[in-house]
């Protein structure tokens, strides 16, 4: 089993296949369910979101907590609303990393299962976290 709060050089190789994510044990499907005030930075963010907000939504309240090495897993880039908002936010943060696509026979849908290895710090400023979710509770 993977550790969630690992480094990222402690994952075992490379992301091969979206699958490994079953594997670990994830957070509250709602972003405003997360604890507040939790520091803990993880290897690993799976997206399976669908829609344009709850996309914006997790990458706004995760992405600065994905360890440099770390990988972000899209399961939806063939839906647009989700593709939108993942091609927006890597846009407003100038995140230029490749984004990989999981080619198989077992995938549906082209561009279903893709990826990219985070290689620099961003950070997602406060005002923004505010505005997307209002004020702290």
Request: aromatic letters at 10%.
């Amino acid at each position: 089993l993977l550790d969630p709060l690992a480094t990222a050089d402690r994952l075992p190789g490379q992301v091969h296949s979206v699958a490994v994510a079953a594997a670990l044990k994830p957070l509250p499907k709602r972003v405003d369910e997360r604890p507040r005030g939790q520091s803990a930075h993880f290897s690993l963010l799976r997206l399976d979101a669908d829609l344009y907000q709850p996309t914006w939504e997790v990458l706004v309240a995760m992405y600065d907590r994905v360890s440099i090495g770390g990988y972000v897993v899209l399961d939806d880039m063939h839906l647009p609303y989700f593709t939108s908002a993942v091609t927006d936010f890597r846009m407003r943060f100038n995140i230029t990393e490749p984004v990989y696509t999981v080619r198989g026979q077992q995938s549906k849908n082209p561009g279903a299962g893709s990826w990219w290895r985070k290689e620099r710090h961003v950070t997602v400023p406060g005002a923004l976290v505010r505005d997307t979710f209002g004020a702290p509770r």
